[in-house]
């Protein structure tokens, strides 16, 4: 049997697991190239490409509880906006400690697919309404095609608005 010319990542098992059909795209990672370094060398739309942001939500205490969100490529998350739908005190970024810990990926390289934790997933609405969507799979360098509706069937993805910055025309 031939090896694959990817990485067979946790995010991989997870997604053939599950029988979610998915095109492999690597490429040539740069650090803190980000999702327009992603979207401009597989030659893609930079709002098609979408991160996962690992995020802590704060009650009173300073542990936080885990989540993931999946925002476009080109835009940010208003943290104030996503407190305030899960009438939590706040939401912040997770450390890079707490991303591996949580996760079982490197910064720059974690897919919402086979976390090491289950966690809950947030995802701005409007990329669900996308035909296709670029994610990463596991890797640094390593982003998966598939479609939206996979965000939900096997991660029972959220859909939220909790996006800032201009959605293209």
Do not use: C
């Not at 992603?38 to 490409?49: I, P, Q, R, T």
């Not at 400690?97 to 809950?120: D, H, I, N, Q």
């Amino acid at each position: 049997m031939a090896k694959p010319d990817f990485p067979v990542t946790p995010a991989v098992r997870a997604l053939r697991a599950a029988g979610i059909e998915f095109i492999p795209r690597p490429y040539d990672y740069v650090d803190r190239g980000g999702t327009a370094r992603a979207a401009v060398a597989l030659g893609v739309d930079h709002h098609a490409v979408v991160k996962t942001l690992v995020m802590e939500s704060r009650d009173d205490g300073p542990r936080g509880r885990p989540l993931l969100v999946v925002m476009h490529g080109d835009r940010e998350v208003s943290t104030r906006q996503l407190a305030r739908l899960l009438g939590v005190k706040s939401i912040a970024p997770a450390t890079e400690a707490g991303v591996e810990k949580w996760t079982g990926y490197v910064p720059g390289g974690v897919s919402p697919f086979g976390t090491r934790t289950p966690l809950p997933v947030y995802v701005e609405e409007t990329v669900l309404a996308l035909d296709r969507v670029w994610i990463n799979g596991g890797k640094r360098g390593f982003l998966v095609e598939i479609a939206p509706s996979a965000l939900t069937a096997l991660l029972q993805a959220v859909p939220v608005r909790v996006g800032i910055g201009d959605a293209p025309a």
